[in-house]
């Protein structure tokens, strides 16, 4: 995506403990972005969907909106500093002893102060939210736009946005800074009451069918399909036997034999005779069914991940 988009490639992190699916982009200028995945959006997408998802984040890069995010966040900062000193003066005014003197006049006039900039805090704090949820809309219409351009298949960003659509966790992030991180990730980060004025996404459905008019009913049927076809296909596998053979008597004694860490690192690049044997042992003794599913282009994703998933080892 970095050669695709003409920028460096970022420094990137995993969000380990995030079920959800999401990313997002962040720093001042392009020499000194980051770019975080959750570990959801690694288990959950395919190879395409997470290009997407990565191409999505590209555009933000590109078109200056970590720029634009850090001043959003600075302005709202401002807007609800306002408002906390409002609080301040309330605070100290109701702790003051009452007494009727100049000082108590004055308290008066603090207080007074003091609500109204509480007012002018949160009612502005409350439409500079409503301007900033407006614009980072319309930044991720652009956004997806631009992953299509960079990855010429709108099935990536699509198929990522219709499986946070339909899965559980969705794009939520578990982390207690979610909400002031919103705006600046791929999905929205927590549940969000009048989701329609202060959502700072348009709504999944919309953001797909703004890729492509057509779109959304192949997703669905896509998404069936990926359902029917992995769902069978992991039950069967379940249920082979095992079929890894056990080590010879040589190859137990020999260089098959509990390694050091220092022996495996060294055996790197220079196979035995027994190893040879062994591999061959384990070819012959796959089922011909693993052995054909193994070169096949559609079965042979779901082997792989029901042989990670696997407990026999």
Not at 133 to 143: D, G, K
Not at 188 to 203: D, G, N, Q
Not at 208 to 214: C, D, L, M, Q, R
Request: hydrophobic share 45%.
């Amino acid at each position: 995506m970095a050669i695709a988009s003409g920028t460096q490639v970022p420094r990137v992190f995993v969000m380990p403990n995030e079920n959800g699916i999401n990313a997002f982009v962040a720093g001042t200028h392009i020499q000194n972005a980051v770019l975080a995945v959750t570990q959801g959006a690694l288990n959950k997408l395919s190879r395409d969907e997470l290009q997407g998802v990565v191409g999505h984040e590209f555009s933000h890069l590109i078109n200056g909106d970590m720029k634009l995010n850090i001043r959003l966040m600075g302005v709202l900062a401002g807007i609800l500093l306002v408002g906390k000193v409002g609080e301040f003066l309330l605070r100290g005014n109701r702790h003051r002893p009452y007494r009727r003197s100049r000082s108590s006049r004055n308290g008066n006039q603090a207080a007074i102060i003091g609500l109204l900039l509480v007012i002018i805090g949160y009612v502005g704090l409350f439409f500079g939210r409503l301007i900033k949820s407006a614009i980072a809309r319309q930044r991720e219409f652009l956004a997806d736009a631009s992953s299509v351009l960079f990855t010429r298949n709108p099935l990536g960003i699509g198929g990522a946005l219709y499986t946070i659509e339909q899965d559980n966790a969705r794009s939520y992030l578990a982390t207690a800074n979610a909400e002031d991180m919103n705006h600046m990730c791929f999905g929205e980060t927590v549940r969000l009451r009048f989701s329609r004025l202060l959502a700072s996404h348009p709504p999944l459905v919309e953001r797909i069918k703004a890729i492509e008019p057509g779109l959304l009913p192949r997703l669905k049927a896509r998404f069936k399909n990926r359902v029917a076809t992995i769902a069978p296909q992991t039950a069967e596998l379940s249920s082979l036997p095992s079929v890894v053979p056990a080590f010879s008597e040589s190859a137990a004694t020999g260089p098959l034999a509990m390694l050091t860490p220092e022996q495996a690192k060294a055996s790197i690049g220079s196979p035995k005779a027994e190893h040879v044997i062994y591999a061959q042992e384990i070819k012959q003794s796959l089922p011909d069914k693993v052995q054909h599913w193994a070169h096949d282009r559609m079965h042979s994703e779901t082997l792989v991940y029901a042989l990670l998933l696997a407990h026999d080892k």
